[in-house]
């Protein structure tokens, strides 16, 4: 079969004129990407150990196991592409937002059954990606309607095999990147990415999600609409996380957008005072878990919030993107 | 200056007749919205040689629109997640009508006139449920009627079978809310289908892809004279993976995937925009912005039969010889067996989609 192919027109790619990515993206890969996967690679198998001696919802060791492994999946969590999609992995580690409430559905359906999947890790890993990862795991050590149902010691085994599913995900993950690296820091035929600017444009794509996300997604959902608020749609609201997303989040995008503008020092300023000004909004909030969105002063402040973290967007997509070749097209960037 | 003086004969003749057909202004073959060089978002009628008949003034950025089989009327919608839409007189450039989705409603961009042009059926989402509804409205008045059940989650294009009574639609899968903007919320969990609906909303087929490619948003339709279905997807899984992006489905039978080469297929990013037969029904075609690619199939074989490079191109239409497409760097241009030809540049950014006027056809 022959293909027949005709030019029509060309586009210039503003990043022609870039200089060397190279030491962006080693720098980016093995300073940002290696070191959060690895971190969470190994909190996770704290956890793991942790559920396996106590499995206790309420015991301080296995909760203080848990924030710090959520904390470390959060900061990479704008990291979507490559290894963390791979089989579902990160969908399994992180089912939100949870519009239909599948995760106490998949829950209560385990337990109700006393589902043996949960024997074996194979078999675990083959059940509903929503009775699996963090946010089920926080409904089974925060959410009173969880530590009630079915038996102890299956509630027991159930927290135990997701902490293990977990670690199972994110140490496949981590082990992935060893090898994934490369395809970043040394684009061409062997690659996904065919030229440094295809990396480049991964990893600005990876901070514009991560920044519209967090905006739109961690602090609109709870926000809903000025007579609607919607503060039980917080993210992790159980457990007091939902600001602390926000922030993380946040320090990890600064610190992603810091590394891709290093060649561009003016920008860089521009994005770390964008950062900064609204990473100082979130620390100021004193709401963890938004409930102040039901409050018209509340539900300000975190709107001020959200409009700051809007700003950085627009600056990131105003001034960096341009610097790595991304040419919006009217059709191409924003479909339908 | 042809179109503008068929333009104004369109118009004096127009105020002749109390309901005004579409060949009554210069019998436009197409609609397409586009941004033009003045900053405004306009609703174009173009002649098949390219030349604009008539534009008129749309209030924000629309997406696609369907034209009244004999009445010079056409309905646009905003682009999701739109509240309203608007029912344009092409002859006058006059707002007859403005339909605002009901409380707790949105439009997608979509919608249908039955063959008679008594009522209009568009593509809606639910959003407190997360289901996907289509409304019915009455056209003597624009007022709704009713609405019922799209079969799924996130119906988004929609198109009348040749029966003239089936509605085939295509449910995307994905869930959004206006809290949360263009966020799609349930990407795990997503399940696009296609639908055959009768006119009040009784099921009477669905089909789904399988289970490997249940992160394939099916989003845009053709449907060929014989009821051959045409649908154009838009991948929303791994970036690593190139998936077909364009599918056909005869009712009573499997789905078929038609792809081109590996090579070709992983430059499109996984992304189709438009979709539409040719005149003769024996090639389909899809529409790449992301991949700049227009890529089209034998029916017959399934097999590739040219992949043309096009900047930014995405509103595709069935043409005179072939097809008819529109990029969103101005270009209106044919493609025929000879090959992909500008027939016009301008300055307007060409918006998703080309409709094709069906009484004009």
């Known amino acids: 079969m022959r293909a027949l192919v005709l030019a029509l027109s060309l586009t210039m790619p503003l990043g022609a004129f870039a200089q060397d990515r190279g030491s ?75 519009t239909k409430g599948f995760t106490p559905k998949a829950l209560t359906g385990l337990i109700s059954t006393e589902d043996t999947a949960i024997q074996s890790t194979e078999a675990f890993a083959e059940t509903s990606v929503a009775g699996r990862g963090f946010f089920a795991l926080e409904l089974m050590l925060y959410d009173p309607q969880f530590s009630q149902l079915g038996s102890e010691d299956y509630r027991c085994a159930l927290i135990q095999a997701m902490a293990k599913d977990i670690n199972l995900n994110a140490s496949a993950i981590d082990a992935d990147w060893e090898g994934y690296a490369a395809n970043l820091t040394s684009p061409g035929e062997a690659s996904p990415y065919r030229s440094e600017n295809e990396a480049m444009q991964e990893l600005y794509k990876a901070l514009i999600t991560g920044l519209e996300f967090t905006a739109e997604t961690r602090l609109g959902r709870p926000m809903g609409t000025f007579d609607r608020p919607r503060p039980k749609r917080a993210e992790a609201r159980r457990s007091e996380r939902s600001l602390r997303h926000v922030e993380l989040s946040l320090t990890a995008l600064r610190d992603l957008a810091a590394r891709l503008s290093a060649d561009h020092p003016d920008i860089a300023t521009d994005l770390d005072d964008a950062f900064t000004a609204a ?44 610097t790595l070749g991304i040419s919006a097209g009217f059709n191409s960037l924003d479909g339908d | 200056m042809t179109s503008r003086r068929r333009f104004l004969a369109g118009l004096a003749a127009a105020s002749l007749t109390p309901m005004r057909g579409w060949s ?47 009445r010079a009327q056409a ?40 063959t008679d042009g008594t009522r209009l059926f568009t593509t809606e989402n639910d959003f407190e449920a997360g289901q996907g509804v289509i409304g019915v409205w009455d056209t003597e008045d624009y007022k709704r009627i009713t609405e019922f059940s799209s079969g799924g989650v996130g119906p988004h294009d929609m198109r009348l079978m040749p029966d003239g009574r089936t509605l085939v639609v295509a449910n995307g899968g994905i869930e959004t809310h206006p809290d949360t903007g263009r966020t799609k919320l349930n990407l795990p969990v997503m399940q696009p289908r296609l639908t055959y609906l009768d006119q009040s909303g009784e099921v009477l087929e669905q089909v789904e892809l399988p289970r490997a ?10 449907v060929r004279a014989d009821g051959l279905v045409g649908f154009a ?6 970036t690593s993976q190139h998936p077909p992006l364009l599918g056909l489905h005869q009712r009573g039978d499997e789905l078929k995937l038609l792809s081109a080469s590996e090579a070709d297929q992983s430059t499109l990013q996984g992304y189709a925009g438009s979709i539409a037969f040719s005149d003769t029904g024996d090639t389909v075609a899809i529409t790449c912005p992301r991949g700049n690619a227009l890529h089209q199939f034998r029916v017959s ?18 043409g005179p010889n072939g097809f008819m497409f529109t990029t969103g760097t101005g ?7 000879t090959g992909a030809k500008i027939a016009t540049r301008s300055d307007c950014q060409w918006d998703n989609h080309l409709i094709p006027i069906r009484a004009a056809a």
């Open chain 2, 24 to 70: 009554a202004i210069g019998a436009p073959d197409y609609l397409a919205a586009a941004l033009f060089p003045d900053g405004s978002y306009r609703l174009a009628g173009l002649e098949r040689g390219g030349d604009i008949l008539f534009s008129l003034p749309l209030p924000a950025r629309g997406h696609a629109a369907a034209a009244h089989p004999h």
């Open chain 1, 24 to 98: 962006i993206l080693a720098d980016t890969v093995n300073a940002h990407i290696l070191p959060g996967y690895s971190a969470l690679s190994e909190a996770t198998e704290a956890l793991a150990a942790t559920a396996q001696a106590d499995c206790d919802p309420t015991s301080t060791t296995l909760r203080t196991a848990f924030h710090t492994a959520f904390d470390d999946w959060i900061s990479i969590s704008h990291l979507r592409f490559g290894p963390s999609e791979a089989e579902d992995r990160a969908f399994a580690l992180a089912f939100w937002p949870d």
């Open chain 1, 279 to 322: 990473i100082e909004r979130a620390q100021s909030l004193d709401d963890p878990a938004f409930e102040a969105v039901a409050t018209a002063q509340g539900r300000f402040r975190i709107e001020a919030l959200q409009q700051s973290i809007k700003d950085v967007r627009a600056i990131a997509s105003t001034e960096l993107g341009p």
């Open chain 2, 75 to 114: 309905v646009a919608f905003a682009r999701r997640p739109g509240t309203f839409a608007i029912i344009i007189d092409c002859a006058t450039g006059a707002q007859i009508a403005q339909l605002e989705a009901p409380t707790g409603r949105h439009f997608y961009g979509h919608g249908v006139f039955s």
């Open chain 2, 331 to 337: 270009v209106i241009g044919q493609l025929t067996a």
């Open chain 2, 233 to 238: 997807m838009q991948w929303q899984g791994d």
């Open chain 2, 301 to 318: 074989d399934g097999q590739l039969a040219g992949a043309f490079l096009l900047d930014d191109v995405c509103g595709l239409g069935t």
């Open chain 2, 213 to 222: 490619l249940h992160r394939n948003s099916i989003r845009h339709l053709a």
